[in-house]
T-cell receptor, first 113, second 114 residues
Framework: DADVTQTPRNRITKTGKRIMLECSQT?????MYWYRQDPGLGLRLIYY???????NKGEISDGYSVSRQAQAKFSLSLESAIPNQTALYFC????????????FGPGTRLTVL | AQSVTQLDSQVPVFEEAPVELRCNYS??????LFWYVQYPNQGLQLLLK????STLVKGINGFEAEFNKSQTSFHLRKPSVHISDTAEYFC????????????WGAGTKLIIKP
């Protein structure tokens, strides 16, 4: 079984709809991250969380919100989706420690029409 | 502001040929550098990382990278590529005022020609 899972894998929605992307991990890591990937732009950090009570904005948090329901679950919401939020979204985890690698889920491809 | 530049958006290479994927970074302090690989329809996984010590770093799948402080580069190399190396490769550097955030390059697609 995958260590970091994301649901759904693909989603098409309409402008103005509320969307939730979910991430679960079985690695036991405290730290979790949400990124978006756009062609030619690499990955950009949306939100990150060091534990259930610690949630922080990344570089592009506008238009997004998150919820850390448990150590293993971290959800990303788009309150009112817009077309420029069409992208590939990744969840990642890492253990506590300065320079440990991040482990990525398979991604969710979101299309906003 | 810190940045990571991957000079080539795509690199086509014949199977069994050598390849170099270029990465340059900007940083004024000690750097921690990473290469990740993204295979088609998958998430990213770590290829290798440089934290300190030897400037030549070996990673998985026969890849290696060399840290060059004077040229602020961290180029990725493989002496002989296989069709299974077809993927997008991302270079990243730890953000200077953070111990967990990474700054990512735009990625380089490695295209293996048979």
């Amino acid at each position: 079984d995958a260590d970091v899972t994301q649901t759904p894998r693909n989603r098409i929605t309409k402008t103005g709809k509320r969307i939730m992307l979910e991430c679960s991990q079985t690695k036991g890591h405290d730290r979790m991250y949400w990124y978006r990937q756009d062609p030619g732009l690499g990955l950009r950090l949306i939100y990150y969380s060091f534990d259930v009570k610690d949630i922080n904005k990344g570089e592009i948090s506008d238009g997004y919100s998150v919820s850390r329901q448990a150590q293993a679950k971290f959800s990303l919401s788009l309150e009112s989706a817009i077309p420029n939020q069409t992208a590939l979204y990744f969840c990642a985890t890492s253990p506590t420690g300065a320079y440990n690698e991040q482990f990525f889920g398979p991604g969710t491809r979101l299309t906003v029409l | 502001a810190q940045s990571v530049t991957q000079l080539d958006s795509q690199v086509p290479v014949f199977e069994e040929a050598p390849v170099e994927l270029r990465c340059n970074y900007s940083s004024s302090v000690s750097v921690y550098l990473f290469w990740y690989v993204q295979y088609p329809n998958q998430g990213l996984q770590l290829l290798l990382k440089y934290l300190s010590g030897s400037t030549l770093v070996k990673g998985i799948n026969g890849f290696e990278a060399e840290f060059n402080k004077s040229q602020t580069s961290f180029h990725l190399r493989k002496p002989s590529v296989h069709i299974s190396d077809t993927a997008e490769y991302f270079c990243a550097v730890r953000k200077e005022d953070s111990n967990y955030q990474l700054i990512w390059g735009a990625g380089t697609k490695l295209i293996i020609k048979p």
